[in-house]
């Protein structure tokens, strides 16, 4: 099964598209490049936990209300 496409709406960049990087496979050979990984991550702030995603062009993190699929 291949991963999804997702759309972004970065700040800095517009319109984004790429695959989430937790959909990838594992097999080098398929990897995508990095220009269109969208890389997400859970951090820990004061406020609690959140969620947020890199945007491929720019690296600038954003909420990932920001992304959808395409």
């Known amino acids: ?3 999804e496409k997702y759309v972004l ?3 800095r960049c517009g319109r984004v598209e790429g695959l989430i990087e937790s959909d990838i496979e594992d097999d080098p050979d398929s990897l995508p490049e990095a220009e269109h990984v969208i890389a997400e991550e859970v951090v820990r702030t004061a406020s609690g936990t959140h969620a947020r995603i890199r945007c491929p062009r720019c690296g600038s993190w954003i909420g990932p209300d920001r992304a959808g699929p395409a």
């Open 1 to 3: 099964m291949s991963p």
């Open 9 to 11: 709406n970065c700040p």
